[in-house]
C-alpha cells in the first residue's frame, strides 16, 4: 500500500513553493521597473550584486570558479600599462570572502609556512626596486601583480587544507586535459596550418608543462588499472595539446620532467622495498609511446610546422638564430643590466625600457625585437630589475619548494598521498627548470599557477603534520 500525504504536509509543501515565487516576484520586480523606465544597466546591477553577496559569503565556490577562470584569457585594458583580467576580479571577492569569514568566525591566529619569508622578501624587493626605477609607473603594476601572488599562495595554502590538495590537482589536471582537447580539435580541424593555444591563450604552455608530469605521477601511483588508464589519457590529451601549440618551451619542460619523475620514483620505490610499484614504472614509457608514435606518423601532413620549429631549435644549438638568438641576446643584455645596477636593479616592469637606458642595444642584431620583451628567463629577469635582493628571494624560494616538495615524497605514504606528493614535487621540478628559460612565471596566469603549486605545497605539509600529531 502507497500511504497517501496528509492534507498538513501538502499544505506546508504548497506554502514552500508559494514563498519561494514570492521571493522570486519581489526580487525580479525592481529589475522589470527598471527596465522599464530605460535603465537595464541598473537592473543588471540586481542580480550582480546578487551574485557578489553570495560569493562573499562562499569562499569554497569563489575558490573554485577563481582556478576555472585562469583558463579564460580576456584582459580589459586600462592605459598603456595595465590588464585587468576576470581572474583578478574573481581573486578580489575570494581575499575579501576569507577576510569576512575570519572576522565573523573570530578565527585567532595565522599559520606561517616556510615559503612565506621568500616571499615577504621578494615582495619588498620589488617594492624598493621601484623607488628606485629608471621608470616608476612602469613598476607600479608588477608589483602590484607580486603581492597579487602572495595573496594567492596564502588563499591555496588555506583552502588546500580544507578542501584537499590531491582533489584541488586532480581538478586541476581536468582543466589542463580540457583545454588540451580544444586545442587538438582546432588544429586538426584547421588542418594543422595554425598554433592553437585555446581560451587559456600563451596560459596553457605554463599549464601544461606542470599538468603533464603531474597526470604521469597520478598514473604512476594509481591503485587501480582504470585510474592508470584515466591519468595516462589525461597525460596524452595534455600532451596533445601542446603539440596544437607547437611551442617549444613546454616540450623541452616534460622532456626533462618526465625521465626526472620516474627516477625519484624508482627511489623511492626502491628504500620502501616497493617490488610491484618499481614494476609499474615501466607503464609510464605507454603513454609517452603513444604519443610520439601518432606524432611520427603525421609528420609529413599534420605535422610539418610543428617538426619545422622543433628542426629549427636543434640547429640552433650549434648555430643560434630565431627565437634561440633572441634569448641569448636577452640573456647578455639582462646580465649587462645587473652589472651596471648590481644592488636595486632598474625597477621592476623596466627591462622593457632597456633598449632607453643602452641606445646602443639598436645597433644590434634582432634589436627591434628587444623592445618591450622580458629576459625570457626568470631568474636573469629579476637580476637585471631587482638587483641581487630580488635574485636570492626567488632563488631561496625556489630551492625551499624543491627541498620541501622532496622530503615529502619521499616519507612512506598512503597511495592517494603519494599521487600529490610526486605530483607537487615533479611540478616544483618544473617551476625550477623553466625559470631558466621561460618568459612569465610571475605575472598573467604564470603567477597564480606559482602560487597555486607552493600554495598546496605548504599545505600538504601542514596537513602532514596534523596527521603525525592524530
Given at each position: ?22 521571493v522570486a516576484v519581489v526580487g525580479l520586480l ?423 603549486l607552493f600554495g598546496l605545497l605548504a599545505a ?11
Amino acid at each position: 500500500m502507497t500511504s497517501k500525504s496528509s492534507p498538513v504536509s501538502l499544505f506546508s509543501s504548497v506554502q514552500i513553493d508559494a514563498t519561494y515565487v514570492i521571493v522570486a516576484v519581489v526580487g525580479l520586480l525592481p529589475m522589470i521597473l527598471l527596465a522599464l523606465i530605460g535603465k537595464p544597466m541598473f537592473a543588471l546591477a540586481i542580480p550582480l550584486a546578487v551574485m557578489v553577496a553570495f560569493l562573499l559569503l562562499n569562499p569554497r565556490i569563489t575558490f573554485w570558479l577563481l582556478l576555472i577562470s585562469l583558463f579564460v584569457y580576456a584582459p580589459q585594458r586600462i592605459g598603456a600599462t595595465f590588464a585587468v583580467h576576470p581572474f583578478d576580479l574573481i581573486m578580489g571577492l575570494l581575499y575579501a570572502g576569507i577576510v569576512l569569514e575570519y572576522l565573523l568566525k573570530f578565527k585567532q591566529g595565522l599559520k606561517f609556512s616556510p615559503f612565506d619569508a621568500p616571499f615577504i622578501i621578494l615582495l619588498l624587493a620589488t617594492v624598493i626596486s621601484m623607488v628606485f626605477a629608471y621608470n616608476i609607473s612602469y613598476a607600479i603594476v608588477p608589483c602590484i601583480r607580486i603581492f597579487v601572488i602572495y595573496l594567492a599562495f596564502r588563499a591555496v595554502f588555506t583552502y588546500g587544507q580544507i578542501i584537499g590538495v590531491r582533489k584541488i590537482i586532480n581538478v586541476y589536471l581536468w582543466l589542463v586535459a580540457l583545454n588540451g582537447a580544444y586545442n587538438i580539435t582546432l588544429f586538426i580541424w584547421q588542418g594543422g596550418q595554425e598554433r592553437v593555444f585555446g581560451p587559456a591563450y600563451l596560459g596553457y604552455e605554463t599549464f601544461s608543462m606542470t599538468a603533464l608530469p603531474m597526470a604521469a605521477a597520478f598514473m604512476l601511483w594509481a591503485q587501480s588499472t582504470r585510474q592508470r588508464i584515466l591519468y595516462g589519457s589525461l597525460a596524452i590529451m595534455i600532451g596533445l595539446g601542446i603539440v596544437a601549440t607547437q611551442a617549444r618551451g613546454p616540450l623541452l619542460a616534460v622532456a626533462i620532467a618526465v625521465p626526472l619523475l620516474i627516477f625519484f620514483a624508482a627511489r623511492k620505490s626502491k628504500r620502501e622495498s616497493n617490488r610491484s610499484r618499481s614494476h609499474l614504472l615501466k607503464l609510464i614509457f605507454i603513454p609517452a609511446v603513444a604519443l610520439i608514435a601518432l606524432v611520427f606518423l603525421l609528420k609529413d601532413s599534420l605535422f610539418v610546422g610543428l617538426f619545422s620549429r622543433y628542426e629549427e631549435m636543434l640547429v640552433s644549438l650549434t648555430n643560434p638564430k630565431g627565437t634561440i638568438a633572441l634569448r641569448l641576446i636577452l640573456w647578455e643584455t639582462a646580465i649587462r643590466t645587473f652589472l651596471d645596477n648590481p644592488i636595486t636593479g632598474i625597477g621592476i616592469g623596466n627591462f622593457r625600457l632597456v633598449h632607453h637606458i643602452y641606445p646602443d642595444l639598436k645597433l644590434m642584431p634582432l634589436h627591434w625585437w628587444i623592445f618591450g620583451m622580458s629576459a625570457h628567463n626568470v631568474l636573469l629577469h629579476y637580476l637585471a630589475e631587482t638587483g641581487i635582493v630580488g635574485f636570492l628571494a626567488l632563488v631561496t624560494l625556489s630551492w625551499k619548494g624543491l627541498r620541501h616538495s622532496y622530503k615529502g615524497f619521499m616519507q612512506k605514504l598512503s597511495y592517494p598521498d603519494n599521487q600529490a606528493a610526486a605530483a607537487l614535487l615533479i611540478a616544483m621540478v618544473v617551476f625550477c627548470v623553466t625559470i631558466l628559460f621561460m618568459r612569465a612565471w610571475t605575472w598573467g596566469q604564470g603567477g597564480y599557477v606559482m602560487a597555486l603549486l607552493f600554495g598546496l605545497l605548504a599545505a600538504s605539509g601542514e596537513t602532514r603534520k596534523i596527521k603525525q600529531l592524530k
